[in-house]
């Protein structure tokens, strides 16, 4: 890999272990996986080692620990007569989405942990059951964030509806409130991020008048620091990037793409964002951060993590290719866009210079899934249940196309020697057949 020692980025070291994938987006939160004996051909019939039927509906990713897999769910229950919902401000104006809904019912939030050997459900834990604070989209629910795990215990995010930590028998250790987080009726999306011995918390709300980065003690859930965003509404989730020996926390913003100390909450710096609402975790690599939107404008920024002396911390910008729900993906040299449809770009993150661009996966469809990344591949998953591997680099190549017939919206999870899918239905452990 071709990178200055000036510019020298160092993935955190983290606390999972080669074989798991602990939380959103992997063990360093950018959807690489280091494997390398994981299946990339499968069929509904065909290296599937088993499947489990899930209830209700949820968007969080499946987590993967040793012989554990942990994922949330979201029942919907009774109604509730004449429920009023919060009213919201986006940019400065009232809001509601036509497509929110959802709170006028009860919702059971449940944590389901599996044998990844088996698929056999091992506990099931409510972790809240009532009222609902806000509204969520038609296509979203309450169970969209993916928890985080240590090896030890598990933390789970619902936003308003609370901050769980449980242990591996399923045990609530603690739960923790942090007060009515309004999502702009939309759901609310960050994945929870641990540091040391914090779990690191995003709650930017509407306008921003509420918005606030928070750190809670991974112990005892009490709230270590807070800050203050004053940033409009995202839904991404921050990452973890050690730049030089030391670690900051960025978080990417419409207004402002923001780096902060994770042991203090100090914020270190700065830069313009890219607008729209933000659904995308940022990527980095080569020395550079890339943040990015799709909503309802296009753009993607280059972001110099330590730039020289004289010389400015955006290096570029780009203005379409992407996506409004699943986030780029930064691998090896290059990085891949991906629109809704499935159109793929490659760039060089550190100059945006093009690669390829508009190239097309064999089949039309609607993608929400995150792409992630492995032995010199990334994989495309789609809403009708493809997945496409891809050859990494500055050709385009389909490798495979894998169908299973129900749709994907959750981002895969490579772990040990196999994959697991979280679909409409379903979770699944693809592996290749002995």
């Known amino acids: 890999m071709r990178i200055a020692s000036r510019f020298l980025l160092l993935l955190l070291p983290c606390f999972a272990g080669s074989d798991d994938w602990p939380g959103w987006r992997g063990p360093t939160g950018n959807g690489i996986s280091p494997l390398k004996n994981l299946p990339t051909s499968w069929s509904a019939d065909k290296n599937i080692a088993w499947k489990t039927p899930l209830p209700g509906k949820g968007q969080s990713s499946p987590v993967v620990w040793g012989n554990r897999v942990f994922i949330t769910v979201d029942i919907a229950g009774d109604p509730i007569p004449d429920k009023v919902v919060p009213k919201h401000i986006m940019r400065g104006a009232p809001f509601r989405n036509p497509d929110s809904g959802s709170a006028d019912r009860k919702h059971t939030l449940k944590a389901l942990c599996f044998d990844a050997a088996t698929g056999k459900q091992i506990w099931e834990r409510t972790l809240f059951d009532g009222e609902v604070y806000d509204e969520v989209h038609r296509t979203a629910s309450y169970a969209t964030a993916t928890p985080v795990t240590d090896g030890k215990y598990v933390y789970f995010s619902f936003g308003a509806e609370g901050y769980y930590k449980l ?192 190239k097309r996966v064999p089949k039309p469809g609607r993608f929400n899934s995150a792409m992630i990344a492995f032995d010199g591949k990334f994989l495309l998953s789609s809403e009708d249940g493809d997945t496409y591997v891809i050859k990494a680099g500055p050709e385009f190549e389909v490798l495979s196309t894998n169908s299973i017939g129900e749709g994907i919206v959750a981002s895969l999870a490579p772990a040990g020697d196999s994959i697991y899918v979280r679909t409409k239905q379903s979770l699944l452990r693809i592996r290749n057949a002995p």
């Open 167 to 358: 242990d591996y028998d399923g045990k609530v250790v603690w739960k923790t409130d942090l007060g009515k987080i309004d999502t702009v009726g939309l759901g609310y999306g960050p994945s929870p991020v641990l540091f040391e011995d914090k779990v690191l918390i995003l709650a930017d709300q509407d306008s921003g008048d509420k918005s606030f980065l928070a750190a809670i003690s991974a112990a005892d859930g009490k709230v270590v620091w807070k800050v203050d965003r004053k940033l409009a509404q995202t839904w991404g989730t921050p990452v973890l990037v050690d730049v030089n020996g030391k670690t900051q926390l960025i978080v990417n913003g419409s207004e402002n793409v923001v780096a902060y100390d994770p042991r203090s909450g100090e914020e270190l710096w700065r830069v313009n964002g890219p607008g729209g609402f933000i659904v995308h975790t940022p990527v980095f690599g080569q020395g550079m951060m890339i943040a990015s939107v799709g909503y309802p404008t296009k753009k993607v920024i280059g972001i110099r993590l330590n730039p020289k002396e004289g010389e400015e911390r955006l290096a570029w910008t780009y203005e379409k290719g992407t996506s409004y729900v699943p986030s780029p993906l930064l691998y090896g040299e290059y990085l891949y866009l991906m629109t809704d449809s499935g159109i793929v770009t490659c760039m060089d993150p550190r100059t945006g210079e093009i690669k390829y661009e508009g």
